[in-house]
């Protein structure tokens, strides 16, 4: 192997010219952060606003990123004492800056002692975190915490050793109470609605659980305000490394690529002291929501809608599914006539200047998001993406009929991974297992396929799953999704729902 150097303190100064590195003094930088799950994102989000805030108001804001499910970090981004590339892509441009705001990591997959040291101590007035929807391990259809939940039952036993981001957090709370502890704030920086309220239910619903005051101490010193968050910034790839490696002559095994856009929208509810991210280009503002209903459900609204119609057209990445010219009028059409009519008024922002700048970032050639990427986990998402303006439209008399067939889509993409359909694709998702019986019980045929789904109550809320009109569009959408010809599902409800517009 060649002797090139890899990222680390003593290559800041001596970076390609190419390369930004930070411009504050990072061998000063204390921490007063902490991070649960530091993957792209993080490393393309909150972690570059931090960079971008420290060289405008140099402050003891350092991160410490903490990990409690794989991968580890200690080899990677421990090893580089923190720093990686991030690399912002789109189609042929590329620019690259090193972020120095992570200023130590923690790997605590094994047991959450390491991670509760560093969310108990004193020096860390805030802990932000990307932990996948399915990390609260909250009920989708509900917001409350999933009591059957294993990872729960473990903690609710041991509470002292936890697994849960909730029982960690909880337990990480309790420990600053004992040892007099300042007040936390906790941001959840995660696509599930009302992220902040989520969190806190799952954190309460623990401290009521341990009693002895614990939910009243948090209620009075802990703050679970609500966040939008926005980057695309897909998992890594070999080629991603082994592009700085050629392009600018050092390795570096933590590169974080994402798309030139990004936005945060933060609920002002703090307990404590806050980085000053608004001078970083982020907002606060006292309610997040018309910002998250418009993101999920135009942005993530489209991710899945191409990823699940995407995946089963044999397309490999978001960009090549919008490439295609039926999903591309699909979708389109979709967010337009039926999810635009369910938002709210967004201040600052005019929603059908919103989708075609959404539409736009999806077409970005440089982003290598894979359907299946975005496809996992899809039963966390389609609730906030697709469910929920459904169930608006619904109460509006409106029609649904094009916003379903990405619900059927969901369906589809798990069916077909089971057995009895020919596993045709491995997926990752808390429900495959359960939807994979359902096939193995169900057989073909698509109307019983679709009612047996829509009775997981966990997902589907129960006044939605009844409602006739959604029923027939489902299963109407999911026969042809299942058969020789998938996109008949998309030509069909295009045709069905003539345009209005
Ligand atoms: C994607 C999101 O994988 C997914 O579910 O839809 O990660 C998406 O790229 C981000 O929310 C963009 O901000």
């Known amino acids: 192997m060649s002797s090139i150097e890899t990222l680390g303190p003593g290559l800041l100064e001596r970076l390609p010219a190419a390369v930004r590195k930070p411009s504050y003094d990072r061998a000063a930088l204390q921490p007063g952060m902490a991070h649960l799950g530091v993957g792209a994102f993080h490393r393309c989000h909150q972690a570059e606003y931090t960079d971008d805030l420290l060289s405008h108001r140099f402050d003891r804001w350092g991160i410490i990123g903490i990990n409690i499910r794989p991968p580890t970090l200690a080899d990677t981004l421990g090893r580089q004492g923190g720093l990686y590339t991030r690399l912002i892509r789109e189609n042929d441009h590329v620019e690259a800056r090193v972020i120095g705001s992570i200023v130590k990591v923690v790997d605590s997959q094994e047991s959450a002692a390491p991670a509760l040291d560093v969310l108990a101590s004193p020096d860390i007035e805030l802990v932000t975190m990307t932990v996948t929807e399915k990390g609260y391990c909250h009920i989708p259809s509900t917001g409350e915490l999933d009591l059957d939940h294993p990872d729960i039952v473990h903690d609710l036993a041991n509470p002292e050793a936890p697994r849960s981001v909730a029982g960690i957090l909880a337990r990480a709370l309790e420990m600053r109470r004992a040892a007099r502890g300042g007040k936390l704030t906790l941001l959840s920086c995660d696509n599930i609605p009302t992220n902040g309220i989520i969190l806190e239910n799952v954190v309460r619903s623990f401290a009521e659980w341990r009693g002895d005051g614990l939910a009243e101490w948090i209620a009075a010193n802990a703050a679970f305000p609500s966040a939008m968050v926005d980057r695309i910034a897909p998992a890594v790839t070999r080629d991603d490394l082994g592009g700085v490696e050629q392009w600018f002559g050092y390795r570096d095994s933590a590169v974080a690529v994402g798309e030139p ?89 005019e929603p059908s200047a919103y989708v075609e700048q959404s539409l736009g970032r999806l077409r970005n050639t440089a982003i290598r998001h894979r359907n299946h990427q975005i496809a996992t986990d899809g039963s966390q998402k389609i609730v906030q993406r697709l469910l929920n303006p459904i169930r608006d439209r619904l109460s509006q008399g409106a029609s649904i009929g094009l916003l379903s067939v990405p619900v059927a889509g969901w369906m589809a993409y798990l069916i077909l991974a089971s057995t009895r359909f020919g596993e045709r694709w491995p997926v990752s998702d808390p429900y495959a297992g359960k939807i994979a019986a359902i096939a193995d019980e169900t057989g073909d045929d698509a109307r019983a396929l679709a009612s047996a789904i829509l009775a997981i109550d966990t997902i589907f809320e129960p006044g939605l799953a009844a409602n006739a009109a959604f029923r027939a569009a489902v299963a109407s959408a999911l026969a042809k999704l299942l058969s020789d010809d998938p996109m008949a599902a998309v030509r069909h409800s295009l045709e069905q729902n003539g345009s209005r517009g």
């Open 261 to 349: 856009f990004r936005q945060w929208v933060i609920e002002q509810k703090f307990a404590g002291r806050m980085p000053r991210w608004d001078l970083a280009g982020a907002t606060f503002v006292d309610d997040v929501t018309p910002f998250e209903h418009l993101k999920m459900r135009v942005l993530n609204g489209a991710q899945t809608t191409l990823a699940t119609l995407g995946g089963l057209a044999g397309l490999e990445h978001t960009s090549d599914a919008i490439a295609d010219p039926l999903l591309s009028v699909f979708v389109r059409r979709m967010l337009v006539e039926e999810t635009l009519p369910t938002l709210m008024p967004v201040p600052g922002m």
